[in-house]
């Protein structure tokens, strides 16, 4: 069976399905780039220095970097606190001159337990040496990422292998169908693992980037070829053989 001959209605549920994970894929890359990026609308290439400070550097220092980058008053604030923590986060008193000065001047604002400012975080308070304490571990924690990797793997596994038997029976020559559905697999496990690696080594953050490059195009490429072939004829080159010489 070829997703060709399916009938009309069945054709229009398939085909509202890979229009819906098209759009999905397109605001994946939207958020993405917003989040890496010093822009806040439209379409946007993540900045590297941001995707490696997410993956390794602590979320204290990924914050000041990233999304919270705008109440840092100067850069220096964000290399005397990543001084601080390479050299051990000490209570000493480096960390209560200057550490907590920078967290007072720059944080505290909204990161205080008595906060009253416009989207403070009380529940998320820098007012002490242990609530700052744990915000300093390189990376993701490791509960935090083996919450965010089993339910992405999870989730992305549910469309993925949907979109790889949609594109697995359509009449698409199969050296095109094995490369793009082996892509899109194989570029998701090595997101995923490259996300745990780049707490060792931040290079990892290049993979991450295109591997998760090579998933979303992999998946809206194996979205778009099959709406062709369920509503289109398809040129001679990219038939199957067989199929091919039947015409």
Not at 4 to 24: D, Q, R, W
Not at 72 to 78: K, L
Not at 176 to 188: C, D, E
Not at 217 to 239: E, Q, R
Request: with cysteine.
């Amino acid at each position: 069976m070829r997703i060709e001959t399916l009938n009309f209605s069945a054709k229009l549920g398939l085909s509202g399905f890979l229009i819906t994970i098209i759009l999905g894929a397109l605001s994946a890359v939207t958020l993405i780039g917003l989040l890496y990026s010093q822009n806040d609308r439209g379409f946007n290439i993540p900045e590297m220095d941001k995707v490696k400070s997410h993956y390794s550097d602590s979320l204290l220092i990924s914050a000041m970097k990233g999304s919270m980058y705008q109440y840092v008053a100067e850069d220096s604030d964000i290399d005397l606190v990543a001084q601080w923590i390479t050299e051990g986060a000490k209570n000493d008193g480096f960390f209560k001159e200057e550490v907590m000065y920078i967290i007072s001047e720059d944080c505290q604002k909204c990161h205080s337990r008595n906060a009253q400012v416009s989207g403070a975080i009380t529940s998320m308070p820098f007012s002490s040496y242990d609530d700052i304490l744990q915000y300093t571990e390189g990376g993701y924690s490791w509960t935090k990422m083996a919450k965010s990797a089993h339910i992405h793997l999870f989730g992305i596994a549910v469309f993925l292998v949907l979109v790889s038997m949609i594109m697995a029976y359509s009449s698409y020559a199969a050296w095109i169908k094995t490369l793009l559905i082996s892509a899109g697999w194989i570029a998701l496990w090595l997101d995923i693992a490259s996300w745990w690696l780049a707490k060792f080594f931040s290079g990892f953050a290049y993979v991450i980037s295109v591997a998760g490059s090579v998933e979303i195009g992999a998946v809206c490429a194996m979205s778009g070829l099959c709406l062709l072939n369920l509503w289109f004829p398809l040129p001679a080159i990219v038939l199957e053989p067989a199929e091919h010489e039947a015409d």
